[in-house]
């Protein structure tokens, strides 16, 4: 087993760093017992462990981060948070199936205005529709045929041309675009943050421990760097570091994935910056995320590398560059974070999701959807620990994740598809 379950971040999150200091809550130190212990204080685990504290409410229950609060993987990604799953432009039996995600998604989505309600925080969410553009012919043909599915199912979209696209954004670089009613943007490490400060009297929570190890016994025991503890249940709600305790190594890849906020710009510079609040998604899955934050800034998310980091260096460059081609007219505006993140990514799109062993539950590959995909699954793996329901509803809809080709076949397999569909993607990156 390796030494660290930890992904390679050699970057602070730029969102975390925007937010007042925050003091760490303790590491877990000696012997600890407990009834529940969920590893991973993101989205998934702290969903699990406030449904666990509802459901059973005498029972201990402990949560082991591995880092600080608002510097994992949840505070690291772009912040847009959508009550429906569904794609535009689906055939009729993919609507039906489509509804059906979208039930469990509004129920993740009303699970986090719950929880932010009664935490009383903020994390600056916001309604702002969905932009989706696209910058090349082979984008343009995706955004018609999106509309074409919006008109036929009955979902209140806008279609918008290079001039509309210049006017919601700022930015002459896209042919075309949609957007849609649907669609929220938030601040993700205020989200983390407030969730897990606001967690319910009886969860106690541990940061700066990485579990290193889990052994099976009588029930569970979990080692950190300074402590040991033992559980009757336990859910690893670690996404793609579940392959650190040996589980789902053939379903799951990690890919990292990086984003960059500008410095605060003048006036004058952030007047190119379109309308108050918006956020794009590109017509092309490798391609630029691009979203508004606030009056003078711009996050820009791009480049992918496979199970390993890249150099920082690169990293800032090839996000540079995107905003540029984007905002020529800003080319002297600067980076001020750059950060990377990681997802775990599964052949089908479907997670890897429910019991593992006697008292042992994990979640992962959530495909880039954590925040709110990654909040019901977690409420769900609670209800399936408490009640017995094994909740074939949810593994129905949501699928099973299949396996892929063992190594060294997947690597080459990965960087095959990745430079196809970089140059499929072109001017989206």
Sequence with gaps: ???????????????????APRAPGPSAEGTIRARYAIVGAGYTGLAAARRLRELDSSADIVVLEGTEIGEGSSGRNSGFANPRDSKIGLSTTQMDRAEK???????????????????????????????????????AEKIRSMAEGAQSHGFAHEFLDAGGMESKTGSRYYRCGIRTEEGYLLQPAALIRGLADSLPAGIRLFENSPVLGLERGTGWTLRTARARIEAEHVILATNAAIKHFGF?????????????????????????????????LPAHRLGTTVRRIGADRMMVRSFYAYEQPIEPARARDALTGCFHRRYPMLRHVELEHVWGGTTALTMNGSPRWGQLDAGLYGSAGCNGSGLVKGTVLGKRLAEMIVTGDPQEALQAVYGRANRIAPEPFRTLGFHIISALERRKAGAEM
């Excluded at 994935?257 to 006036?267: D, K, L, Q, V």
Aim: proline share 7%; net charge negative; charged share 20%.
């Design 248 to 280: 789902w190594r053939d379903g799951l890849v990690t890919i990292y994935t990086y984003a960059g906020i500008t410095e605060a710009m003048a006036p004058a510079d952030a007047e190119h910056l379109g309308v108050p609040a918006w956020g794009l």
């Design 1 to 19: 087993m390796p030494s660290s379950p930890l992904p390679d971040y050699r970057d602070p999150c730029g969102w975390n760093r925007m937010l």
């Design 101 to 139: 995600l979208n039930e469990f998604a509004a129920e993740g989505f009303a699970y986090l205005l719950e929880a932010m309600e009664r935490g009383g925080f903020s994390c600056d969410l916001e309604r702002t529709g969905r932009i989706t553009g696209a910058a090349t012919e082979l984008g």
